[in-house]
């Protein structure tokens, strides 16, 4: 994570001048710590998990193919469906991950701003006018959160919903199987 940091760091500072420009630095900052914290969560306990899911999956598929090829291949057939919610709701969710966090970022700008410039908005005696900005800015970003909380909600509702229907299904064909043999 300190090569990364370091890498990220290093690209920031060479970027034009134009990117400063147009760039709060506190949004610069805060995407430095945020992202790369992210990176680290993702890398240090997904990254296993995910490779632990992989085994026990594939062997999970192999112990059903041999037990019974036709629910396997009712099983198969219900995975891309819901691999087709998950992708579809979760660009969604992506895009208002990236809202909600530009927000954030944005109430770091405005408080590194007024911090930075204190002298100036203590004389300017503009300290009514840039805690009403700041309590905007701290809105929307709550706003956008909640946003992208309910549709990862929903998005998992959803999911567990025909997750269970496609396992029910699979399980009733099975069940029918097993009384016709019976």
Not at 1 to 16: F, G, Q, W
Not at 41 to 61: E, Q
Request: net charge positive; aromatic share 4%; with cysteine.
């Amino acid at each position: 994570m300190a090569d990364i940091r370091a890498r990220v760091y290093s690209h920031i500072l060479s970027l034009s001048p134009v990117f400063f420009e147009t760039t709060r630095t506190g949004e610069v900052l805060s995407r430095l710590a945020a992202d790369t914290t992210l990176v680290q969560t993702v890398v240090g306990s997904s990254a296993s998990l995910a490779l632990r899911s992989i085994v026990m999956s594939i062997g999970a598929i192999v112990l059903m193919a041999i037990t019974s090829p036709k629910l396997t291949g009712l099983a198969f057939v219900s995975v891309p469906i819901l691999l087709g919610l998950i992708m579809v709701m979760g660009r969604r969710v992506r895009g208002l991950s990236r809202t909600a966090q530009d927000r954030l970022a944005e109430t770091s700008a405005l408080a590194g701003e007024t911090i930075n410039a204190i002298q100036t908005v203590q004389a300017y005696t503009h300290e009514t006018a840039d805690r009403a900005r700041y309590r905007g800015a701290v809105e929307g970003a709550f706003d956008s959160a909640i946003r992208r909380t309910r549709m990862r909600a929903f998005m998992t509702a959803i999911v567990i919903i025909v997750g269970g229907a496609c396992l029910v299904g699979v399980l009733w064909v099975g069940r029918s199987d097993l009384v016709a043999h019976a």
